[in-house]
């Protein structure tokens, strides 16, 4: 078994036809992909020569080294040893599992190709470390498929995979999978069966006009469809929050926190912050009121939460505003590391611009008035220098773990006349961070996609007449998402966007 996480997310198949691939580049098309936020990429090509396969292997590898992605070989166990890039994936017409271990070692990643039950049961018993399920939907790209098993035929598979205990097999399908199909394909009732991982998909990105955004596309349907298990685990599991937050909105965050299912406790003195963690909390350093015992009770608790291994969010409040604040910024990015930063644009600019930074916020409102695009580099810069996911909010909200990044244009102009709903976000993707440690660009997608559906939901109740009644109104439509979702009812998913 390998032993580092993979994103199979969005996976991409390459095909250097002409059929597939026009006139374009493969590498250029390759980079895109991994731009718009393709996870791993196998290289498949079942004509050229030897030298020809080690030769643009050799290419892709560099290319997926820089996005720090796994790069797989179809099929060609040797191109995979020549090139050393990080595996192969085998159907089961070719080398058999045994063989490819044998001579790739432990450390290499094995995909297999199953179509049914038995394939499927027996990969996993060899010691795949992933597999791909197929062929789902009939497809020009592979003519020669054994069978078309459509999402039901995925599903009794993914069903045979949690009976038999080997339900933490990654899992992706492939066969005809595109933009249009991939919701209906990840979508499954309730939570009984194991969820897909990822969608594998070959025509969908090389054959697309611009294949970063048909990328960004899918993995933004493929990350909304993970949202509900954010919900749900959050709901079964009552993660502990622990608040180290602003006078003016303690009360309204540890309400939000118990609405979306999580247990708050707001504690400001850092001593409690070891036992805190111990018990399985994630912290929120929010620096809304800051003062230097505040400062100095930050940096203790940070330090016991990191020594710990538990989540920590940061809530920059009012970065830019003043000297003393601008200063306590940097103080605090130096102390530690963060799970998650949070802010508006003008937060994340003096937290990514040091103190000589021009940005000077008037009190904690965002100043700043950047593009889309400068917005989405903002967080990804910020995400890659503190290793960490950063969530930057504004009528357009975007996510970056510096690999993959998203946008969310849920929300309601209410929210912003009302104190705190900006804290309580970041006390509920502390909740989400805590509880669901395995993706926490997923769990801020989760928390943001939520409140901003939330809010939406409650502006157009009847009662709602303005900031006043919109806080109980906000407040119930969280917890009646919650509820519905452990119900299994996922209608406000359809209101992401
Ligand atoms: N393997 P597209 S289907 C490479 O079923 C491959 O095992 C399949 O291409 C299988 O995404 C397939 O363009 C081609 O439909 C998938
Ligand atoms: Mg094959």
Redesign the pocket.
Known sequence: MVNRTVDYGVYL?T?STPA?LGDCSLTQVVEAALRGGVGIV?Y?DKNCSHEDAVTTARELHVLTKRFDVPLLV?DRVEVAVEVGCEGVHI?QDDMSFDAARRILGSEKIIGV?V?CEEEAIRACEAGADYL??????A????KD??SIIGPSGVSTILEALKESGHGAVPTVC?????NSNAASVLAHDGSSRKSLDGL????????APDPAAAARQLLGTVLTAKMPQVVRTVAGTTPLTHNMTNLVVQNFAANVALAVGASPIMANYAEEAPDLAKLGAALVINMGTITPDGLRNFIQALKAYNDAGRPVVFDPVGAGATAVRREAVQTLLAAGHYAVIKGNSSELLTVHGGPSVTERQRGVDSTAVLSISERARLARDIARQHSCVVLLTGPTDLISDGRRTLRVDNGHELLGMVTGTGCSLGTTVSAMVGAFGEDALVACLAATVLFGVAAEMAAVRPEVRGPGTFVPAFIDELYGIRKATTAGDLQWLSMAK
């Not at 791909?132 to 939907?137: A, R, Y």
């Not at 497809?139 to 592979?142: F, L, N, V």
């Not at 594998?200 to 054959?207: G, K, R, T």
Request: glycine fraction near 14%; aromatic fraction near 2%.
């Open positions: 198949v095909d597939v196998q498949r179809n159907g190709t179509s791909g399920i197929g062929t789902v939907f497809t020009q790209t592979k498929t054994k492939i066969g005809g999978i595109n594998a998909v070959v025509s969908a990105l090389i054959a």
